[in-house]
């Protein structure tokens, strides 16, 4: 069952000369990070804002775990979907643990839940909860203050969580550090989220599905390996960057390239890489050791196998079209 499902989904802004988004149709698998990816003004925010009804469509229909968006109080649905923005959107007023505990606030739930709802969100965004709970928005580093918006959004358990550029306005170590935090979460929590991106490669890191978007229309919905090596057109092709092999390997994870272990498969003395590892890194201990392929492992179980051949697939893109 799709998680999120836009339907014809239009929103025409008035005294605009078009629509901002125009007849979107694509489904958001649950569980799936979904990137929202392309230029400036090409309608990535308004898509994402029209989920929680920020902005209501002029037309079609967007459906939230088979329910109409329409059907509901914009107030509740707001509250069953995570929200993360890019300057964290704390109430500075507020402490860390005050912000966190909103949303369990308006759900009802009583003061000593709140209380271990938050510790236990504040360890899982790795800020010990002793150290930072009675911490203000303004004596946080900006990533602090990002990893709070995170624990902010999870708050509610939400099954659906929207991040529109949450690390945009972060530097690149610490960007990198927190993309690094949402994988983890991520296979941790298996959440669907929609993450607004105009960071191509922030998109390979991430994503399990994207979609690219281009004058408020979808150019290609899918994943980034096939995006890579199949580009619906020039547009897609240019803004991949996708005849730079080396970056693509850089990017792109195991699990994009392997494949399944055979029913009669058994490990020897091959060597072994996780599927989150990406495919240069797998590259290199194929040319390091000789090794005729990968046993790609996840929690010491073999989930695949990785060969020279499906790396160099991998890297070879065909021209755009």
Not at 41 to 62: A, H
Not at 105 to 112: E, S
């Amino acid at each position: 069952m799709s998680a999120i499902r836009f339907d014809q989904a239009t929103l025409k802004f008035a005294g605009a000369a078009r629509p901002a988004v125009e007849r979107v149709s694509c489904d958001v698998e649950g569980g799936r990070l979904v990137v929202i990816l392309g230029p400036s003004g090409c309608g990535k925010t308004t898509l994402l804002k029209m989920v929680n009804r920020l902005y209501e469509p002029t037309s079609g229909t967007i459906y939230v775990n088979g329910q109409d968006i329409r059907e509901l109080k914009a107030t509740a649905l707001r509250q069953q979907i995570g929200y993360v923005i890019q300057q964290s959107g704390l109430f500075p007023h507020m402490t860390v643990a005050q912000n966190v505990s909103v949303v369990p606030k308006l759900l009802g739930w009583g003061r000593a839940r709140v209380q271990a709802r938050v510790d236990e969100l504040l360890d899982l965004v790795r800020l010990p909860p002793l150290e930072y709970r009675d911490r203000y928005p303004a004596q946080l580093s900006g990533g602090q203050q990002q990893r709070v918006g995170v624990a902010r959004a999870l708050a509610g358990d939400p099954q659906v969580i929207l991040m529109d550029e949450p690390f945009g306005a972060i530097d690149a170590i610490t960007r990198t550090s927190l993309q690094d935090e949402i994988l983890r979460l991520q296979r941790q929590l298996k959440k669907t989220i929609l993450f607004v991106s105009h960071d191509v490669e922030e998109a390979l890191r991430l994503a399990d599905r994207i979609l690219i978007l281009r004058a408020g229309q979808i150019v290609q919905y899918d994943t980034p390996f096939n995006i890579l090596t199949q580009p619906a057109d020039q547009f897609v092709y240019d803004l991949m960057g996708a005849d730079d092999m080396v970056r693509q390997l850089g990017l792109l994870r195991v699990e994009t390239a392997m494949v399944d272990a055979p029913a009669d498969f058994r490990n020897g003395s091959e060597p072994t890489i996780t599927p989150q590892d990406n495919l240069r890194e797998a590259l290199s201990l194929i040319l390091r050791t000789g090794a005729p392929r990968l046993t790609v492992t996840a929690n010491g179980t073999t989930v695949g196998v990785l060969t020279l051949e499906h790396i160099r697939d991998s890297a070879s893109v065909g021209k755009a079209p």
